[in-house]
């Protein structure tokens, strides 16, 4: 589960130099300087060290670590604001010269870089963990079982940041909680690192789609916590084959699969498709839907590089198909609202590999951020449509 090189940091603590492993799972390197700070550093003076580069170990009491954790949220959200104001003002300058094409991705590419900039500042607020994850900071809570499962046993002492703890806490408690899936009358349960499908208007789109004729096998591509594959074993589809790049996943998808009490479903870690798997009558795939680089690991998900899984899968899928056998390929357009890839291209690649559209279902996400005005990716959010394209071989 963890990077295979182990990193190590070094401090100045008592006259003597320290070291310990180093643990960041949001990908960013082991911090070259460290102070110490504690209940009496100030909100200002973190900020101030965290944007200079120096990094903070924190040495106070665990729950006032917390609070300057989030005095430095504070602070980052009003330097982005006042960064917004300045734009707005430069755009409206501008605005009667000449329209700007690139507007839309380039409104993307900032967010994303502004996002982040802020994981970088609010990494710099460090603490130590002893062997089995356990802190010695006053007031600290028990987060071992989180760390564990999250991070798999380490060992050995590590630094890692506030924010990484904070992550590993948080999806400690959806994987308890569970996310409840819409007409599906069950709850999937989500681990660390793996994709948690909170909005799931696709899977209505699955579950509306005919199932083709004989439809004895399938696949599930990038099964992520196993979602669709349970929705395929709850329609009846005898053999699944899901597989998945990510061990996490593997994993958390063979809890879900136990504890929804099914066994008609193996899971294979692969590169795209199962190796030694019979011809499949149907192949699901819900790739991550936007074409940039991901920015850490857990990011592996959401941002498909080049759209390198999507090509690569359409390239691939007619091999694996049987006869009549369909693909549902579930993308939605977000990716051509910020301009980031055209209709075109993509209709391009279906022709490319000979994949005809049989039919598509489309439905328009209800969640959260398509309805948030204050969004400045409003008009792209607003205008997404999910859907399921269901391909044949030409
Ligand atoms: C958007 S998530 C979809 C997860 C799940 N199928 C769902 O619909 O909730 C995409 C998944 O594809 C996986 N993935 C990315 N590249 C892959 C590849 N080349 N082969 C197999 N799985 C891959 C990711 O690890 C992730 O779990």
């Not at 310990?20 to 990908?27: A, V």
């Not at 106070?60 to 917390?66: A, P, V, Y």
């Not at 989180?146 to 590590?158: H, Q």
Request: aromatic share 8%; proline share 6%; net charge neutral.
């Amino acid at each position: 589960m963890l990077a295979a090189k182990k990193q190590y940091v070094e401090w100045y603590e008592n006259d003597s130099l320290h070291q310990t492993r180093w643990l960041s799972e949001s990908g960013h390197k082991p911090p070259t300087r460290i102070v110490l700070v504690d209940d009496t550093t100030t909100a200002d003076e973190a900020y101030r060290l965290a944007c200079a580069g120096t990094s903070m170990l924190w040495r106070g009491d665990f729950h006032n670590g917390r609070q300057l954790l989030q005095a430095l949220n504070r602070r980052i959200d009003r330097a982005e604001a006042r960064a917004k104001l300045r734009q707005e003002k430069k755009a409206a300058n501008k605005s009667n010269i000449k329209p700007d094409n690139q507007a839309l991705p380039n409104l993307f590419h900032q967010q994303r870089q502004m996002t982040a900039q802020r994981s970088r500042l609010l990494s710099r607020l460090l603490l130590e963990l002893d062997a089995d994850y356990s802190s010695q900071l006053r007031r600290a809570p028990e987060v071992s079982t989180a760390c564990v499962a999250a991070f798999g046993s380490l060992n050995e002492p590590c630094l890692l940041s506030f924010r990484d703890l904070q992550g590993a806490l948080g999806a400690a408690g959806w994987r308890e909680k569970g996310v409840p899936i819409t007409g599906l009358e069950l709850s999937i349960y989500p681990h660390y690192g793996v994709f948690a499908p909170t909005r799931h208007e696709y899977v209505q789109l699955l579950l509306d789609a005919p199932l083709p004729e004989a439809c004895d096998v399938a696949y599930d591509i990038g099964t992520g916590t196993g979602l669709l594959a349970i929705v395929l074993a709850k329609r009846g589809v005898q053999q699944i084959i899901a597989t998945d790049v990510n061990p996490r996943a593997l994993a958390c998808a063979s809890d879900n699969l136990t504890q929804q009490q099914l066994t008609n479903v193996q899971l294979q870690q692969a590169d795209l498709f199962p190796k030694n798997a019979p011809p499949a009558d149907l192949i699901v795939c819900n790739p991550p839907w936007l074409p940039t680089k991901p920015s850490s690991p857990l990011e592996y998900a959401v941002y498909d590089y080049n759209s390198l899984m999507l090509r690569g899968f359409l390239q691939g899928v007619k091999a694996h198909l049987s006869e009549q056998g369909e693909v549902w390929l579930i993308l939605s357009d977000l990716a051509e609202h910020l301009q980031l890839r055209t209709r075109d291209e993509l209709l391009g690649w279906f022709a490319d590999n000979d994949l005809a559209v049989k039919y598509r279902l489309d439905t328009k996400p209800k969640h959260g951020r398509s309805q948030d005005h204050t969004d400045p990716l409003y008009a792209a959010r607003s205008a997404e449509i999910t859907s399921l394209w269901c391909l044949q071989p030409a």
